[in-house]
């Protein structure tokens, strides 16, 4: 599985941005697709997580309320609607993918990778 993250970029406090996840290379709609991020000096986060039919949905109370995370199998790509920005979403974030689990949060539970997306909200 090939993770392609993009829709990054610079944007004031209280707006928005939509992040992309392009997958190739197996089967997407059967993977559970999560979002993370991590800021400089600190560790990787969990921020959101959908699962293969897309009925179920889990997110970081950080974010909860603001982001919304979306997928099209159609397309093989899974998206990050992120809302009201602040200055402490700043990060990169990285889409992840796992066949399979429960606890959607924890990142060592993900065994593909994209490589992350810059994410800078200025106040």
């Known amino acids: 599985v090939q993770l392609q993250a993009s829709g990054g970029g610079l944007v004031q406090a209280g707006g928005s941005l939509r992040l992309s996840c392009a997958a190739s290379?197996?089967?997407?709609?059967?993977?559970?697709m999560g979002w993370f991020r991590q800021a400089p000096g600190k560790e990787r986060e969990f921020v959101a997580a959908?699962?293969?039919?897309?009925?179920?949905?889990s997110y970081a109370d950080s974010v909860k309320g603001r982001s919304t995370i979306s997928r099209d199998n159609a397309k093989n790509t899974v998206y990050l609607q992120m809302n009201s920005l602040k200055p402490e979403d700043t990060a990169v974030y990285s889409c992840?993918?796992?066949?399979?689990?429960?606890?959607?949060?924890?990142?060592?539970?993900?065994?593909?990778w994209g490589q992350g997306t810059q994410v800078t909200v200025s106040s």
């Open positions: 992840a993918a796992r066949a399979s689990g429960y606890n959607v949060a924890q990142s060592n539970g993900y065994p593909y």
């Open positions: 290379g197996r089967t997407f709609s059967g993977w559970i």
């Open positions: 959908i699962r293969s039919s897309g009925g179920s949905t």
